[in-house]
Every structure is written in C-alpha cells, then in structure tokens.
C-alpha cells in the first residue's frame, strides 16, 4: 500500500529540526520519501494536504486505559485518597467486558487527539480484554497488566499472591510481547512500591532482564506516597529502586514530582526514562515536577496524561501546553520553549519506548505514524511570521486534527474513525459505568 500526502507543511523533528514544504510517500508502514515533489506514478492513495500541517504522532508515556470509564467519579481528590476511596474499588469491579470498552475509549479519544503511540498500564485483571482493543484499533502501545502484592487499604480482589502476580505476567508477556510485528509490546508494571513486595520487584527486576523488556512503574508522585515508602523500605523512592537494582534504562517512571539531589543523579547514572504529566499532577494537588533542572541534567523526559479520572482527559496538546506554561512563573518566559516540548511530545516518548530508530519524527525509513493537522481557523490565525512548531504547542487543540495514520494505516481521515464504531463505544462506555458503580459501592460498604 503507498499513500502519498501532497503539499503539506511538514514538521519533522529530525534532528536538524527541518521543516519541510512538499510532499511525503508512504509504502506499507514506512515512511519511503519526503520531498518537495513527489510522482504520484503507481500510488494508491493521495492525501492533498494543501494548507495542511503534518507531525510525527504523539507519544504518550503514561496511560491507564482501564480507567477511562472513570472520568468525572474520582474528582478533587489528592493522590492516596483518590485511589483508595475512588480507583482501587472501581478496577477491583471491572470484568473483560468493562475493560475492552473502557480501552477502546481511551484509544478513541488518543487517536482523535494525534496520539500514535502509548505505554499503558493496566489494572490486576482481564489485561487480555485490553491487549485486543489495543490490537483492534490499530494504536502502537506497551502495556501490561498491574502488579499488587502489599499495601493497606487495597480492596481484596486487588491484592494477589506474589506468584499469581509474576505468572499472569509472563504468559500475557509471552502471548502478546511483539504482537503485530512489533506494534506491541509488553512492559512489567509493578503499581507503585507502596503496593509490591521486595520479592515482587526484584523478580521484576530479573525477569526484564531476561526477556529484556520495559518496566512501567509510578514513583515520587506525591509525598505522602515518599513517607510511606520511607517508612516501610527506609530510603526514598528512587534511591530504593537503585538500591534493589531495578533502576536502568530499562525502567520507565511515571510523575518523578518530588526528587532529591541523590535521586536526580540516580536517574541521570542509570539512564532511567521519566514520564511528566502535568495535568494530573496538578489535578491531584501533588506538585509540580522539576522539569527545566531535569533536562539540563539530561535525564531522558517524555510527556503523558495519566489516566482519565484524574486529568480528565487524554489530550497531548493540553499536555504540552501545560508543560509549558506551569514552569514560566519560577523559570522565566524562555523557559520549556515549544521545541523543546514538542520534541518531549515525540522523540522524547520514542526513547522511553526504546524505539527511537522507528517512530518520533517523520524521516526516509521510520515507521509511518502521522498526524496531519488542519490549523485554518479562528485560534490558530494569522499565520503570518509565526514558528510552525509555536502553533503546535501554544495555539492548536486536538479539534484541530484531521487525519492520523499508525503503522502506514488511516485509522482516523476527515475525523472519523476507521478502527471502531464511535458511537457504539460511547453507548457501551456509559452502560459499563453503570454496572461497575453498582459493584464498586458494594465494595466501599464491605
């Protein structure tokens, strides 16, 4: 299949940071050429992209897809409370059924918002429900299902044995780990240290090891989270992972709000990849990350939404903008400029999925996830004199998205879906909420 997008503006993120005007062929899921012009001979789709924008697809670094179908029940929380008053007894209710609808959700609103990539994490059980509407949408993810073995107040159909937890893992592992030829992966994803046994992480540690996958984990977001970590290991969160052995480039953590000098150098030594998400971070009142020291530092940094109950919603553009702008008030105005977010947006998330030769900008060779933008509009003009990459980051929203091609394949044109039934999910979405209210009460009473 070649897909030819004709006269676009084209937004590369190569490392020149080239800008190109003209065209770019598709041959089955990769990017084949990018040209000024471009013979449409023996071309089985062409795209005019005429006053189009086209950008390498967002990469989002952290997702929780079984929870979409939270949105709006877990509000004005702070971190702990959220989770054991809200979260913990709505995945504890969920079923297969309830968490392919709450995945294909998600992905429906990542696509329709330029998303191309996610690493997901998933919740303690019917993680294969999430793999197949991973696979039927057509989206390029890591996920894996969440490891609990420890904790207080976790609702009991959470909380497992830790080898139930490692062998529910490997096969999902085993079944799923470069499915599609690679569209996805697996990643061990251990919740937080508050919730896994030492024993748990470091046979997470070694399994990753050996099948030399990704671990996914959640670390430093909030203090009351570092004082109970404190108190039960004796060190800080990132000083104990390290102390374990768990801290390596392998290791991809979630909000890293709350660091210390040791922890920073930790990151920076071991190569650890952390995702910022802004918006959750302020929603649940836990801090703002101390993003502008930690790219000077050149610790690897990527952006994400975080799950839908505490954002609430899964959009990069609302991402990258907060990014920004949070960090202006301490900083100054020069600060997290669009480039620099942009390239976290992209290239940033490609490097903590480990696939920075294959996906985060549009170059001859990489895989083909696209995202062409219509930036015609009240919001985004004039456009006279302005940096392209500055409409991106501070003026755009995911309205403004088209077309987003995954993989070489149109999974959404002229905004509307080709890998699911939109209206059917939404119906499916809110009868699913109904059904894990109804559960999850009874589990708040118990």
Known sequence: MKILIKNAEIITMNGENNIIYGDLLIENDKIKEIAT??????????????????????????????????????????????????????????????????????????????????????????????????????????????????????PERLLETTKNSIDESVTLLEKWNNFDDGRIKYAFSPRFVVSCTENLLTQIRDLSSHYDVKVHTHASENLGEIEIVEKERGMRNIVYLDHIGLANPRLILAHCVWLDEEEKRILKDRGVKVSHCPGSNLKLASGIAEIPDLLKREISLSIGADGAPCNNNLDMFHEMRLAAIIQKPFHGPTVMNAEQVLRMATMGGAKAMGLEEEIGSLEVGKKADIVILNLNDFHVYPNVDVDPISRVVYSATRADVETTIINGKIVMENRIMKTMNKDFVLNESNKTIKRLLKRATTLVKA
């Open 37 to 154: 012009q471009i013979s449409d001979f023996n071309v089985d789709k062409i795209i005019d992209a005429k006053g189009r924008t086209v950008i390498p697809g967002f990469v989002h670094t952290h997702i929780h897809l079984c929870q979409t179908v939270f949105r709006g029940q877990a509000d004005d929380l702070e971190l702990m409370d959220w989770l054991a008053k809200k979260i913990w007894p709505l995945e504890a209710s969920h079923d297969e059924e309830s968490i392919y609808y709450s995945a294909m959700l998600g992905i429906g609103e990542l696509i329709q918002s330029g998303t191309t990539s996610i690493i997901d994490m998933e919740t303690v059980h019917h993680t294969e429900s999430a793999f197949r509407a991973i696979a039927e949408s057509g989206i390029r993810a890591i996920s894996g299902k969440v490891m609990m073995d420890h904790g207080s107040g976790v």
